[in-house]
């Protein structure tokens, strides 16, 4: 079985400070990892995702992750938010051969200006 | 090309009624996955069908919710009688036979049992 922890139920950043946002997983084998995002009154909209290729991804809207084994993590940071960058971000696992998404409580980005 | 669509986006019921929610996936997806967030949770899995078959329920809270996906297309859940505890919002995802493991959703549906 595999599960997501989400450190931080809200993060509070100002306009063009540093983003980071924290995930770590649990897996018995090797996992496919997804950054969501969920904007308000919308659905989910997939940020990036890491399917065994390069470690570091980068996604949509300047966001990026590392996928680091030894850590079993997959941090999401953006250099520099923004305020349309206010939404909830929800980190997600899954297994390869299986495309059942465990997710993450989620994270509620707070951008103040 | 059409996203996954969602109806109703918000449907408020009394307790002891019915509801129905349906799905319409991306065409041409064989998948097709349901998954609920209760307030202040996470989002869980309830359910997946490849085309028209059950691939895994295991997440379906009890046997008042039933799902349909008829002819491998549109999907329904319903849920009856609905329970103060069904109420959170029920997202639908799709995804092609051979992907990445990327689901699309849609933007849900918020349900209310009062």
């Known amino acids: 079985a595999q599960s997501v922890t989400q450190l931080g139920s809200h993060v509070s950043v100002s306009e063009g400070a540093l983003v980071l946002l924290r995930c770590n997983y649990s897996?018995?084998?090797?996992?496919?990892l997804f950054w969501y995002v969920q904007y308000p009154n919308q659905g989910l909209q997939l940020l990036l995702k890491?399917?065994?290729?390069?470690?570091l991804v980068k996604g949509i809207n300047g966001f990026e992750a590392e996928f680091k084994k030894s850590e079993t993590s997959f941090h999401l940071t953006k250099p520099s938010a923004h305020m349309s960058d206010a939404a909830e971000y929800f980190c997600?696992?899954?297994?390869?051969?299986?495309?059942?998404?465990?997710f993450g409580k989620g994270t509620m980005l707070l951008v103040s200006p | 090309e059409a996203g996954v669509t969602q109806f109703p986006s918000h449907s408020v019921i009394e307790k002891g009624q019915t509801v129905t929610l349906r799905c319409d996936p991306i065409?041409?997806?064989?998948?097709l996955y349901w998954y609920r967030r209760v307030m202040g949770k996470e989002i869980k899995f309830l359910l997946h069908?490849?085309?028209?078959?059950?691939?895994?329920e295991s997440g379906m809270p009890n046997n008042r919710f039933l799902a349909e996906r008829t002819g491998g297309t549109y999907s329904t859940l319903k849920v009856q009688p609905a329970e103060l505890e069904d109420s959170g919002v029920y997202f639908c995802?799709?995804?092609?036979?051979?992907?990445?493991?990327?689901?699309?959703f849609g933007e849900g549906s918020r349900l209310t049992v009062l």
């Open positions: 997600a696992v899954s297994v390869r051969g299986y495309s059942t998404l465990t």
């Open positions: 890491y399917t065994s290729a390069a470690t």
């Open positions: 065409s041409g997806h064989d998948n």
């Open positions: 995802a799709s995804s092609p036979r051979d992907g990445t493991g990327e689901l699309f």
């Open positions: 897996s018995s084998v090797p996992p496919y």
């Open positions: 069908f490849v085309k028209e078959s059950k691939q895994d």
